[in-house]
């Protein structure tokens, strides 16, 4: 079987984020074996196929910021998944201390 390649590393990881909680976007890059390469996270989720089931909205800045710009509909959007899953968010922000997933 090929080596995953960098993308799907990427998204096998944000795949196990459980319910609940987030991972940061340098997190991610760490559990992916891609060290600091967090710049790098986001566009690998923009490239997520149609139709998927990765959980994208899990993935959020390190100091637990909402990366979209606010107001857009990627930003209401991200916020009310979270929400849904009993992640609280104030003004666009997530206590990492709280939600931060501990694997």
């Known amino acids: 079987m090929p080596e995953p390649t960098k993308d799907q590393k990427i998204w096998q990881v944000v795949a196990a984020i459980p319910p609940g909680q987030v ?20 566009r690998a989720l923009g ?6 089931s990765i959980p994208w909205f899990r993935v959020i800045r390190s100091n637990g910021q909402i990366a979209f710009p606010e107001g857009s509909e990627a ?3 991200q916020i ?24």
């Open 80 to 103: 009310s998944r979270l929400e849904g899953e009993g992640v609280e968010v104030t003004k666009g922000r997530v206590r990492m201390c709280q939600f931060q997933w501990q694997p």
């Open 47 to 52: 490239k997520l196929p149609s139709g998927h």
């Open 75 to 77: 930003y209401k959007t």
């Open 23 to 42: 991972a940061s976007y340098g997190q991610v890059a760490a559990m992916a074996g891609l060290g600091r390469q967090a710049r790098y996270i986001g």
